[in-house]
């Protein structure tokens, strides 16, 4: 080891945990205590250990892997232990860097027992993953959420932040809300369900005195500024804003959300009008308006200020705005569009129930550079709730409470970070079990309350006779906007009066208050998808009476370990897009960086981080942020029930069987109308179908059946065989590093054209794809070759020498593989396991057959035929389309019949050859069906004909519209967007309908029909 400095060491405690790591590959020394890696006096001799001095040479890097801690008092201890090790290390001369278990097992010998055939790979991902001194020291949390690099100006103990501004109008309503449900009444329901006896060793508080107001001294509320709100769940914070209103009545007000739901029961709370009930005129001249984030960019930024701008749930707000897919087009004109109405705005007021200094800094960084925030908190928690934790494996056991509740005749509402679990609870209280040879009736069904269709019957075993019929409403993100739902939401207090059970996604995670008693109690079912502590913690308190809540939470991640250095995540971010911008001969430096600001980039990276940490281990994360928040814990076992789990099984089998079938016999629909539906804010479920039927059609080209449906699985087979198409092309050429003089591959059109496109489109590096770098990386390791080797029918066996190469280069670059292509190399890497993963992601298989005699032989593997076939005529049939575009046309640019139309054109009664979806039978008409994309100098040529028009006025932009088919108007428009989105802002502005003039049925070409 003296001779390799370059080999991390990494430090642990006891030799158990260090043989642990050095049995997998690690090189590690075991401390026997965690504070004896150092020597000496803090802040006087304190030095590295004597013993560990002889490896300490230049260059040498020493990872701490100490022990996960849950109790805040070792916590500590252990942060400055690690500290001040790491302190002593890097006096020495050498590196030192913090890696941190995920938890829940508290050793790493521990963890690797638990996480078995993966553990290999998981701690090769949180030792990559390990984090500098200094990271560390930030991201440091010691059983602590909410601010600690910032101090309140104000600290009050009310149930209602009016109380301390001391106003007789406000405090009065606020004391005409329904009291709380009390907790002393929890033995009336309980103890029928609860079917454990309880452990009062497991019980904790965190010692909060929440059942009365505290007093608290007043304040004034500020006129101007940044105002931050940090207050619990519950405690009057929108009515707090409603008395600012009532106060400025002439002031223009601002309230942006990023739920759609949040945002309609606000904008009625606090008498505003809705953005989805406006035209673009309209949402410019509104005095008070509420407005969704993914809309803002609609938004004038020439319009006056506004005087008061609110965002609640801030904290998701800044999640949503730099990580949601529905921000992603437009969410460059969104970024700019908040900074400068925040920035203008002479009060902006943030507020959350656990407000981080993440995002006080974000909102600091849009205000002028002197200001100081404001910030207010309340001390009250709204806890004192029991939880009855369940720490199965699974949640079959507390799902089976959920089936006795409903049966003892009490309201259960269920919450959950999935949207398919609450399908799939829905449909197992709809499913008829069958008896043998005979049908029960009526048993454990549901009132039909949505628009739910029939599913198949499900081969269940028999269950008890459940002797009512419950009224059961589900709200999730496929039926939330429906008209019922909207209708639902708005009244939801009064409304959920009529059902026995709600079953909520992450959908009404948010803005939705249900403030009177109703349901006895709240089931929690998180999964670690999708949702952190504090959003789980947001959906569980959505009910606001203190009635029990039955939480489980799954005890570890479903996709593995992510990773938590903010430091490392912009790094490999901006690494990949340099690499990007070298292959499309871009400059490396500014290709690097899109136009984002350093402050959103910086917030992007620590959310993703901060998300990472939580996934990592939500059952842990949840559990203190509640305990936090004052609330009894009861642990009720991990035992699973059979019954459940077989229930949820054979209900998820219904839901995916009726999908596919849905989606096989969904009507056809054209080009037009698929583009007009992906501006609607909400499709019903026959127009999901449709949409998603012709998404499948238009991508395999082949008719749309059940099976298919099935294998696409929601679009990941056809991006892994776009992936497969790209690796199998030739390199176009070579290019040449300047730096290194290193030879590189360029990658083939089809790869750099996405990347150019996105480039042009989305202007921050953060959403850009990377597919040149992700070709790069598989064609590096060899993968190009392979396959064309295997796809002529060769074979290949564990030691083959292209593999063993293939590994090796793996091994030595994992930090981009990791990066680039999303999964770990663990120190063992088996080349087998590596070519099988790389083919699984471009939606192959691998198989294998035996050779030579018993005792002597050898596995010969080989790529499945039935995987390679139906991959091989998709890209064919990809192929044909590119061609296909490339050469047809709408119109000839450089005659006027660019922008006309021959009105003798006959419909074509035959099928195309190049026709997508089912065969057109018995002539059927498919003129309308998806014509060959504009190239690209006839698209500009349209654009400057639309920009003449719009100078000319609404008339002049109606009459060169008829001239064009619908699929020219639409790509005019979206390259109009790309190159004056301002010149497009105006005519939204001028005729609130223009794009219902882009369908040929609202508005017919001239000459048609």
């Keep these: 080891m003296k001779q390799h400095p370059e080999i991390p060491i990494i430090l642990c405690e006891g030799e158990k945990k260090a043989a642990c790591l050095l049995s997998l590959g690690f090189v590690a020394i075991a401390l026997p205590g965690i504070w004896n890696g150092r020597v000496g006096k803090q802040d006087f001799d304190e030095r590295l250990h004597p013993d560990l001095v002889p490896m300490a040479q230049a260059g040498r890097k020493f990872i701490i892997l100490f022990d996960y801690e849950t109790s805040s008092k070792t916590r500590w201890s252990v942060f400055q232990a690690t500290v001040r090790t790491a302190k002593a290390i890097e006096s020495a001369g050498c590196e030192c860097e913090v890696a941190l278990l995920p938890g829940p097992e508290k050793g790493v010998d521990d963890f690797v027992v638990s996480r078995s055939e993966d553990a290999n790979a998981l701690l090769t991902a949180i030792i990559d993953d390990a984090k500098s001194l200094a990271d560390y020291k930030r991201s440091y949390r010691a059983k602590k959420w909410g601010l600690s690099k910032y101090q309140p100006d104000v600290t009050v103990n009310v149930l209602y932040l009016s109380e301390a501004l001391c106003i007789p109008e406000l405090e009065e309503k606020c004391l005409r809300v329904p009291e709380l449900y009390d907790l002393e009444k929890e033995q009336l329901f309980t103890p029928s369900i609860k079917g454990h006896q309880r452990n009062k060793e497991s019980t904790d508080s965190g010692g909060v005195d929440s059942s009365k107001s505290k007093k608290s001294p007043t304040f004034n509320f500020p006129k101007s500024g940044l105002v931050v709100l940090w207050s619990d769940m519950g405690t009057g914070k929108t009515e707090l804003m409603r008395w600012w209103r009532d106060q400025n009545p002439d002031a223009r007000f601002l309230n942006n959300g990023h739920r759609v739901n949040l945002l309609k029961n606000l904008a009625e709370r606090l008498r505003t009008a809705m953005y989805s009930d406006l035209g673009y005129t309209g949402l410019a001249q509104a005095q008070a308006l509420s407005i969704t984030i993914d809309s803002l960019h609609k938004l004038n930024t020439q319009s006056p200020t506004y005087g008061c701008i609110f965002i609640d749930e801030a904290c998701q707000y800044l999640t949503h705005l730099l990580h949601s897919n529905t921000c992603k087009q437009h969410r460059a004109a969104i970024l700019e569009v908040l900074e400068y109405i925040v920035y203008n705005a002479p009060l902006v007021v943030i507020a959350d129930a656990h407000m981080d200094d993440l995002t006080v800094d974000f909102f600091r960084s849009m205000r002028p550079s002197e200001e100081v925030p404001y910030i207010i908190k309340n001390e009250w928690r709204n806890g004192s709730r029991t939880i009855y934790w369940y720490e199965g494996d699974n949640s079959s056991a507390l799902v089976a409470q959920i089936s006795a509740a409903l049966m003892l005749g009490e309201k259960v509402m269920v919450a959950s970070d999935s949207k398919r679990f609450i399908k799939k609870l829905d449909k197992s209280f709809t499913i008829k079990y069958e008896k043998v040879g005979e049908k029960v009736k009526g048993e454990g069904e549901k009132e039909e309350l949505t628009d739910s269709s029939t599913l198949y019957p499900l081969p269940l075993t028999p269950c008890p006779a459940r002797r009512a019929s419950w009224r059961i409403w589900s709200v999730h993100s496929d039926n939330s906007g429906s008209d019922e739902n909207v209708a639902f939401i708005k009244d939801i207090t009064n409304v959920v009066k009529n059902f026995d059970a709600l079953f909520t996604s992450p959908s009404l995670g948010t803005g939705v208050d249900i403030s009177e008693y109703h349901f006895d109690l709240v089931f929690g079912v998180f999964h670690g998808v999708s949702q952190t502590a504090t959003e789980c913690a947001q959906q569980l308190y959505r009910y606001r009476p203190k009635v029990p809540f039955h939480i489980w939470v799954a005890p570890r991640p479903p996709f593995g370990y992510k990773d938590t250095n903010a430091t490392k995540i912009k790094e490999r971010l901006l690494q990949t897009n340099e690499m990007t911008a070298f292959l499309l001969r871009i400059d490396r430096q500014t290709g690097k960086r899109g136009a984002e600001k350093d402050w959103a980039l910086e917030a992007y990276c620590q959310i993703l981080a901060n998300r990472h940490y939580s996934l990592n281990n939500l059952r842990d994360d949840l559990r203190s942020l509640l305990t936090e928040m004052g609330n009894t814990f009861i642990c009720v076992g991990s035992d699973d029930d059979e019954q459940a789990r077989e229930s949820l099984k054979a209900a998820a089998q219904a839901l995916d069987r009726a999908h596919n079938s849905h989606v096989a016999k969904a009507k056809n629909i054209t080009l037009s109308e698929y583009r007009a539906r992906q501006s609607k804010d909400y499709l019903d479920p026959n127009e999901i179908f449709e949409c998603e039927k012709f998404r499948i059609s238009d991508s395999y080209g082949i008719e749309v059946t059940e099976s298919l449906v099935e294998m696409d699985k929601g679009g990941r087979l056809i991006r892994a065989i776009a992936g497969l198409e790209a690796i199998l092309a030739k390199p176009e050429e070579s290019i040449v590093d300047p730096k290194t003089g290193q030879s590189y591959p360029t990658p083939p059109t089809i790869v750099t054209q996405k990347d150019r496109t996105e480039r042009d489109n989305l202007p921050l590096c953060i959403d850009w794809g990377n597919y040149s770098a992700r070709w790069l990386a598989r064609f590096n390791l060899g993968l190009h070759q392979i396959l064309l080797s295997l796809m002529r ?80 005529e998709v890209i064919a049939h990809r192929e044909t389309k590119r061609n296909q575009k490339e050469n047809r046309t709408y119109y000839a640019a450089q005659t006027p019949a660019v922008y006309s139309v021959n009105p003798n054109q006959q419909p074509v009664s035959a099928p195309l050859l190049d026709a997508i979806g089912n065969s057109h039978c018995q002539g059927e008409d498919t003129t309308e069906f998806e014509s060959p994309p504009t190239d690209r100098i006839t698209l500009l040529h349209c654009v400057e004909i639309l920009r003449s028009g719009i100078s000319r006025g609404v008339e002049a932009i109606k009459g060169i519209l008829k001239r064009w088919q619908s699929d020219l108007r639409w790509e005019t428009v979206l390259e109009l967007e790309a190159i004056a989105a301002s010149e497009l802002r105006l005519v939204e502005a001028q005729v609130p309908e223009f794009y219902e003039w882009l369908l040929e049925e609202v508005l017919p070409m001239e000459g048609a029909g």
């Design 793 to 872: 029918g060769d074979e290949v066996t564990g030691d083959d020498s292209t593999l063993l190469k293939m590994t090796a280069i793996a091994k030595n670059c994992a930090a981009h593989v990791k990066a680039i292509l999303g999964f770990t190399i663990p120190s063992d890497c088996k080349p087998i396991w590596l070519l099988a993963t790389l083919v699984e992601q471009l939606g192959l298989k691998l198989t294998f057959r035996k050779q030579s005699k018993r005792g002597q032989q050898v596995k010969l593997f080989s790529l499945s035929k039935e995987e390679l076939e139906f991959a091989q």
